[in-house]
C-alpha cells in the first residue's frame, strides 16, 4: 500500500494527467473534503471510492468546475491550472458522464453532441463536420450510434455512449464517469469496460467513481479509498482486495457476502394472476404479470430500472390501482376501490420499504420520531385516547427502534433530512420490519448506502425470512439478488421473463433475461 493520496513515481518522467494538492473544501460546518492530494497517471483507469457522505463527488465537481475549493492547488498535465467553472474544466481537456445523463430527449444523438459546442450562428456547418467526426470516434472507440437517432428512442446503455460521444468531440483527455454501470445490465456494463480500455489504450485518462467493489477490481490500475472528507489511501488494484478495499472505506471489518442458510418456504402467502397496470398516459407497465412468495423465502425481482419493477411494488403496496388477481394468505385484496390504499395494505399484514425513501418512505422536515410514526400513527400503541396520540410513546419506541438498528446519531428530534442516506434508510427498514408484517415489500433496499449499512440491512432482511416471513425484494444491484435471493424471478418490458435459482444461473443468464433475450415469456 502506497503513502497517503498518492501513487508514488511514474516510470516515465511525464507529468501526471492530474494531480490534486492539499484541496480542501467546507459548506459551512461540515468539512468536505480535508486537505486532500491525489495523483492519477496519464493512460490509466484510476478508481475511486468511500461511503456516501467521505467526498467523492465534491471532489470530482472541484476538479470539473462545479465548486471552488477553499484552498489547495490542481495540476493538468504538470501545469497549474484555474477551473472556475466547465465550461474552463472542458478547456482544460476534461469531460464528465454524469449518473444522471444530461441529454435533451427530443433532440438527435448529433443535436446533443454539439449542443453548447455550435461553431457559429449556422449549425449545418456544425452538424456536417459532428457527423465525420462522431463515424471516426465510434469506429474507433467501439461507440456505435445512429446520430440521426433521438435520444428518447435509445437504450439506456447507448444513451450513455452519446455522453462519452459528447466528451470525446470536445477533445477530452481525461474522463470522469460517476457509477457509471448503475442502470445497465451485465452485457451493457460489459461493454461499457471494452470502450473504457480502449479509451485507456488510445492514452486517455479515466477516473471511475463507483461502489460496486467487483468493478473497481475488474477495471481499475489504481483505487484511492476516501473517508469522511481524507484520502486514506490509494493502493495499485492488483495489490488489494474487495475485503481490504471495504475495510478501509468502514474503518473496520465488513461482511461483504450474506451468510444465510437455505430457505425452508412454508405455504404461499402472495399469489399474484394475471396482474396488469396501466398508467395515466395510457401505456400498460405491467402485462399480465403472475407469481407466488411463500412463507420463509426471498424472491428477488431483477431487471434494468424502468421495467415495470416499481409498478409492482406499488400496485401491491396499495399506492397504484390495477387489475388482475391479488392474494395474501388465500384473501384476495381490492384493486380498485376504496380498500386499495396503503392503510389497507398494512391492515392486511404487508409492510413496504418504496424504492424512493425521500420521497415515498419519509417526511424530509418531519422528525425521526414522526416519521417512525408515519403510516402507522393508528397503532393502538401510538395513542393516547381516541382524539390524540401519544407523542411519549412513539418518541421512545423510536429510541428503541434507532438503538436496535444502529441509526446515528440517535436523536429522535433530528429532522429526517439531516440523516446520512444510509440512516435514512434504516429508520424505514425498522418501522416497517418492526411491525412483524407476513409479506415485507422492499425496493432498492440498499440503493445510495454505506457498506456497513447494506451488511447490517442484509442481515435485517435474513432475520425476518427466518422468522417465516415472506420477502419480496426489487435491487437493480445483481450482487444483492444473486446473494439475499432463494428465487429469482426477472423482469423485461412489464412482464415475467423467467424464475431462476440462485444457485444454479449466472450473471450472463440473468443479463440476457434483462435484455429480453430468451426466458418463458420471450
Known amino acids: ?123 449545418a456547418p456544425s452538424l456536417s463536420k459532428a457527423r465525420k467526426v462522431l463515424g471516426d470516434l465510434a469506429r474507433e472507440y467501439e461507440l456505435d450510434v445512429d446520430p440521426d437517432a433521438l435520444i428518447e428512442d435509445l437504450s439506456v446503455g447507448h444513451q450513455q455512449r452519446v455522453e462519452i460521444l459528447k466528451a470525446l468531440y470536445r477533445q477530452a483527455d481525461i474522463l470522469i464517469l460517476d457509477e457509471p454501470t448503475g442502470v445497465l445490465t451485465p452485457a451493457e456494463a460489459d461493454h461499457l469496460f471494452r470502450i473504457l480500455n480502449g479509451l485507456k489504450d488510445q492514452g486517455k485518462t479515466i477516473i471511475l467513481i463507483t461502489h460496486k467493489l467487483r468493478e473497481i477490481m475488474e477495471i481499475t490500475d489504481m483505487v484511492s479509498v476516501m473517508r469522511r472528507g481524507q484520502m486514506v489511501a490509494t493502493v495499485t488494484t492488483a495489490q488489494t482486495s474487495p ?173 429526517a433530512k439531516n440523516f446520512s442516506g444510509g440512516n435514512q434508510q434504516k429508520i424505514v427498514v425498522a418501522r416497517e420490519i418492526e411491525r412483524n408484517p407476513d409479506l415485507l415489500l422492499i425496493g432498492q433496499p440498499t440503493r445510495g448506502v454505506d457498506i456497513g449499512a447494506i451488511e447490517f440491512i442484509h442481515k435485517q432482511i435474513v432475520a425476518l425470512r427466518d422468522q417465516g416471513k415472506a420477502i419480496l425484494l426489487v435491487s437493480v444491484e445483481l450482487d444483492e439478488i444473486m446473494s439475499l435471493s432463494d428465487r429469482i424471478a426477472v423482469m423485461f418490458d412489464g412482464r415475467i421473463m423467467g424464475e431462476r435459482d440462485p444457485a444454479t444461473t449466472n450473471e450472463r443468464e440473468l443479463g440476457l433475461l434483462m435484455a429480453g433475450v430468451g426466458g418463458e415469456s420471450a
Open 243 to 415: 475485503e481490504e478495499l471495504a475495510e478501509l472505506m468502514v474503518g473496520r471489518k465488513v461482511l461483504l457476502h450474506v451468510h444465510k442458510d437455505p430457505a425452508t418456504p412454508g405455504a404461499a402467502v402472495l399469489e399474484v394472476e394475471n396482474l396488469r397496470v396501466v398508467d395515466d398516459q395510457k401505456v400498460e407497465r405491467l402485462r399480465g404479470i403472475s407469481l407466488t412468495v411463500r412463507a420463509g423465502e426471498i424472491l428477488g425481482i431483477a431487471g434494468v430500472a424502468g421495467n415495470g419493477q416499481s409498478e409492482l411494488l406499488e400496485v401491491l403496496g396499495g399506492i397504484a390501482k390495477g387489475s388482475g388477481t391479488i392474494r395474501l394468505n388465500g384473501k384476495e385484496l381490492d384493486l380498485t376501490g376504496k380498500f386499495s390504499d396503503g392503510r389497507s395494505r398494512r391492515a392486511d399484514g404487508i409492510a413496504h420499504v418504496p424504492e424512493d425513501r425521500q420521497v415515498l418512505g419519509l417526511i424530509m422536515d418531519f422528525s425521526a420520531w414522526e416519521n417512525v410514526a408515519f403510516g402507522y400513527h393508528h397503532a393502538p400503541e401510538y395513542q393516547k385516547n381516541a382524539l390524540f396520540m401519544d407523542n411519549d410513546a412513539i418518541r421512545a419506541d423510536t429510541e428503541k427502534k434507532m438503538a436496535t438498528f444502529d441509526v446515528r446519531p440517535p436523536i429522535p428530534t433530528l429532522a
Open 1 to 123: 500500500m502506497q503513502g497517503q493520496g498518492t501513487l508514488g513515481r511514474q516510470a516515465s518522467a511525464a507529468p501526471f494527467a492530474i494531480e490534486l494538492r492539499g484541496i480542501s473544501k467546507a459548506f459551512g460546518p461540515v468539512q468536505a473534503n480535508k486537505d486532500i492530494s491525489i495523483q492519477v497517471a496519464k493512460g490509466s483507469i484510476h478508481g475511486i471510492i468511500g461511503e456516501n457522505g467521505a467526498g467523492k463527488s465534491t471532489l470530482m465537481s472541484i476538479l470539473y468546475g462545479f465548486y471552488k475549493a477553499d484552498s489547495g492547488e490542481i495540476l493538468i498535465d504538470g501545469k497549474p491550472t484555474t477551473i472556475p467553472d466547465s465550461q474552463s474544466a472542458i478547456r482544460a481537456g476534461i469531460g464528465m458522464v454524469f449518473q444522471h445523463f444530461k441529454l435533451v430527449q427530443n433532440f438527435t444523438v448529433l443535436e446533443n453532441v454539439i449542443l453548447g459546442a455550435e461553431e457559429g450562428a449556422m449549425l
